[in-house]
């Protein structure tokens, strides 16, 4: 069974645990990093674990919430090798899987009700990345990776 790591901060609790049994009734095995209720927690610990997790290969695919969900994009685009992308829509979800091979769904929290929220992430688990012409974006994509990495010293 595949399996799938899903986080949130308290402000993406409610959707985390709302989209839980859509990814179970999917045959997937959830792992959940946290956060486990609505109590305050800081955004970019749960998103580190989800990314690194991901970027490792530990998974193929992980789901992060928060608030906006910027934040929750921002820290995991740090770790090389996650696209993260914000989807509030199914459009987006679909382009970020088809152009981009998006990695890490970003949701928000406060601004995406459940149904749309089953909706999107119906369309990015079953969208496959089209490759073609998107390759070589993704290429440069690492390579600029790689040049920053080199230019600032970065392991």
């Given at each position: 069974?595949?399996?799938?790591?899903?986080?949130?901060?308290?402000?993406?609790?409610?959707?985390?645990?709302?989209?839980?049994?859509?990814?179970?009734?999917?045959?997937?095995?959830?792992?959940?990093?946290?956060?486990?209720?609505?109590?305050?927690?800081?955004?970019?610990?749960?998103?580190?674990?989800?990314?690194?997790?991901?970027?490792?290969?530990e998974f193929a695919r992980?789901?992060?919430?928060?608030?906006?969900?910027v934040g929750m994009s921002?820290?995991?685009?740090?770790?090389?090798?996650?696209?993260?992308?914000?989807?509030?829509?199914?459009?987006?979800?679909?382009?970020?899987?088809?152009?981009?091979?998006?990695?890490?769904?970003?949701?928000?929290?406060?601004?995406?009700?459940?149904?749309?929220?089953?909706?999107?992430?119906?369309?990015?688990?079953?969208?496959?990345?089209?490759?073609?012409?998107?390759?070589?974006?993704?290429?440069?994509?690492?390579?600029?990776?790689?040049?920053?990495?080199?230019?600032?010293?970065?392991?």
């Amino acid at each position: 069974m595949e399996e799938i790591i899903v986080g949130s901060d308290h402000a993406g609790f409610v959707l985390k645990e709302a989209i839980k049994p859509s990814l179970f009734a999917r045959g997937l095995t959830v792992i959940d990093a946290g956060t486990h209720d609505e109590s305050p927690v800081d955004y970019p610990d749960i998103g580190a674990v989800v990314a690194e997790r991901v970027v490792s290969g530990e998974f193929a695919r992980g789901i992060l919430i928060c608030g906006s969900g910027v934040g929750m994009s921002i820290v995991a685009n740090r770790y090389h090798g996650a696209r993260a992308a914000l989807c509030l829509d199914e459009e987006t979800a679909l382009l970020s899987r088809l152009h981009n091979d998006s990695n890490i769904l970003v949701l928000a929290g406060r601004r995406t009700a459940t149904e749309r929220a089953w909706a999107i992430l119906d369309v990015w688990l079953r969208t496959p990345f089209s490759g073609e012409r998107h390759e070589s974006r993704l290429d440069k994509i690492r390579d600029l990776e790689a040049a920053l990495c080199r230019k600032y010293s970065i392991p």
